[in-house]
């Protein structure tokens, strides 16, 4: 009888310790991730609800939306000036370990409240406070010369998301990184092959360094229908996926490779079911 207690007893710790074990979406030395804006049509919109849907993805890190951040805080419909310049970072503190405790990092935070000096110190001391690398925005020299003090002070990174941009006459990124040595990109490969047609792999050789994540999606080059090309589900695009992930694997640049699902999803699926099959192929393009 006591031989049968003891066995249980060890069997009860082997299952806890089972439990405990968080997974991760690491592979090959490459960090798998995504922005939760992928999660945008799925019906429950609070910080609980995203958290758990990456948790299902398979994830272990997120570029995480500003909005979810601020409800799960208490940010009130009026007078959000006046609460971002003087609320308590102790809810910020509370999602920090809510992640840590599924296994998520939050590696980005898209916190982009930038109207005033008071408000843009608000959001990098969430960002800091989320444990988070950085604040990502829309590309901008303007927006360089504006917020770069502020991430130069907390040191951390202001992150540029890019869309068309790079399909535009004479466009560079190289003045807005000489903004600033805390000045990054969140190189989005899908639109920059949609817009240009162009290798992203070259982009990411020449300014890897500089470069903090990359958005992952699959697109058509430029069309006569759409100048930025057309989002496809995974494989049936013309961005090179798999080599873009190859390259980061082989030159072990540390960039994380976020999932940015923009593609119709099918009636017998959901945004979760379809960021787990991104995940999946990126472990397959991986091995």
């Known amino acids: 009888m006591k031989t049968n207690l003891l066995v249980i007893a060890v ?24 922005i939760t804006y992928s999660y945008r049509d799925m019906p429950g919109k609070s910080l609980e609800a995203t958290l ?8 272990s890190s997120v570029e995480l939306m500003g909005y979810t951040v601020e409800s799960y805080a208490g940010i009130p419909a009026e007078n959000q ?29 898209k916190l982009e409240t930038f109207g005033s000096p008071e408000e843009t110190d608000y959001a990098f001391r969430v960002c800091k406070t989320l444990g988070a690398i950085g604040i990502t925005t829309e590309v901008s ?13 907390h040191k951390l990174y202001l992150i540029f998301h890019n869309h068309c941009q790079p399909g535009e006459p004479g466009f560079s990124y190289d003045p807005i990184l000489e903004v600033s040595k805390s000045i990054m990109l969140n190189f989005d490969v899908g639109h920059y092959f949609g817009v240009t047609g162009k290798n992203p792999c070259d982009f990411i050789r020449q300014y890897h360094s500089r470069i903090a994540s990359l958005h992952m999606k699959d697109k058509t080059g430029p069309t ?16 090179p996926i798999r080599d873009i992930l190859q390259l980061l694997k ?3 640049y540390p960039i994380t490779a976020d999932i940015e699902l923009e593609y119709g999803v099918p009636k017998d699926s959901d945004p979760v079911r379809e960021v787990a099959k991104c995940v999946e192929y990126c472990r397959e393009a991986l091995k």
């Open 224 to 239: 006569t229908a759409d100048a930025c090309g057309v989002n496809k589900p995974w494989g049936q695009g013309g961005t």
């Open 250 to 252: 082989k030159e072990k």
């Open 81 to 109: 000036k006046e609460w971002r310049t003087t609320v308590s970072m102790d809810k910020f503190k509370e999602i920090k370990k809510m992640f840590k405790d599924k296994g998520v990092k939050i590696h980005i935070l």
């Open 141 to 153: 020299l303007d927006m360089a010369k504006k917020v770069a003090p502020f991430a130069e002070k």
């Open 11 to 34: 069997l009860g710790v082997l299952c806890c310790l089972g439990a405990a074990k968080k997974q991760s979406s690491k592979f090959g030395g490459v960090q798998i991730g995504t």
């Open 52 to 59: 758990d849907y990456a948790v299902k993805s398979g994830l």
